[in-house]
């Protein structure tokens, strides 16, 4: 006896949801990144109308690597580590603090946004997530760092201090995005932490040179007395200086390349990449409670 076996047909509902459900989740990224396009744009068009802020964040570090190059460049060879010169040495720490200060500064515009009333209407509209407030001004922040990057490893090359090949530039460029990342996330969560922008250009001042005198931006660990090179040892701008440095003056190197002797223990390459990794994920975890609550 022979039988015939009907193959069942798929739920019409179940399709239907199921489409849905795909049409709203693309639906959903696709709105996602129209906003954070969208707030992004607005900050690059408040630039084009203010440029003396990116001036500005140029011609300093310019004058920096100028100025300090010329200071020192009769000091006798050999004395800042494997440099050439001065100049050479110094070109890490212009881009590394450049990087810094930019980022530190990334609070400013949602602080005024919160102080002018704008930032509320933000979180009244209808967006997909009011992170995209926060993505869109790490990303102004990541490309106007990328831009002075540039021009100042530009201008170290024409000043004598070298160029790293296109691996160690795009090394360079991930270091950079690294700092950037967890110095904005900090920068952000002071914007929405502290109560006006009086307070965080207090904190933007105070932490400025202490932490970059607190590197090894401006001369390495052995000139230091111990207490400071605990200090220096500690600074994530160290862990970013130090690998750019030792890629302009090392075409073989590798992620186990020593790059720094500190009181602790030698650091690889690879070490400090995983420092700065592990200060965006501290960075990041420690602003999403104060985010979401101020974003409720």
């Known amino acids: 006896m022979s039988s015939t076996i009907t193959p069942s047909q798929p739920n019409i509902s179940q399709l239907s949801d199921t489409k849905t459900t795909s049409l709203t989740s693309g639906s959903v990224v696709g709105d996602f990144f129209q906003e954070t396009l969208a707030l992004t744009r607005r900050l690059f068009i408040q630039l084009k109308r203010r440029p003396s802020t990116l001036i500005a964040g140029i011609i300093q570090p310019l004058m920096w690597l100028i100025l300090f190059g010329a200071l020192f460049q009769n000091v006798p060879q050999g004395l800042f580590g494997e440099s050439q010169n001065y100049g050479q040495f110094l070109g890490a720490g212009i881009i590394v603090f450049t990087a810094f200060a930019g980022a530190l500064n990334a609070g400013l ?59 160690g530039l795009a090394t360079i460029a991930l270091i950079v995005l690294m700092l950037v990342v967890g110095v904005t996330g900090l920068s952000l969560g002071l914007a929405f932490a502290l109560p006006g922008h009086i307070e965080l250009l207090a904190v933007i001042f105070v932490t400025n040179l202490p932490l970059l005198f607190a590197s090894t931006a401006l001369a390495p660990l052995s000139f230091m007395p111990n207490w400071l090179q605990v200090v220096a040892s500690l600074n994530p701008l160290t862990y970013a200086i130090e690998p750019i440095r030792y890629l302009y003056l090392h075409s073989d190197w590798s992620i186990g390349s020593i790059i720094m002797e500190t009181p602790f223990a030698d650091i690889s390459f690879g070490t400090a990449l995983l420092v700065l990794l592990v200060f965006d994920i501290v960075t990041l975890v420690a602003i999403q409670p104060l985010l979401r609550r101020r974003f409720a």
Request: no cysteine; charged share 10%.
């Open 109 to 167: 515009p949602v602080m005024f946004d919160r102080e002018f009333g704008f930032l509320n209407r933000l979180l009244v509209a209808p967006l997909t997530s009011r992170f995209s407030i926060v993505i869109a001004s790490a990303t102004f922040i990541v490309t106007l760092s990328f831009i002075q990057s540039a021009i100042i490893i530009g201008a170290g090359a024409f000043l004598g201090a070298g160029l790293p090949d296109i691996l």
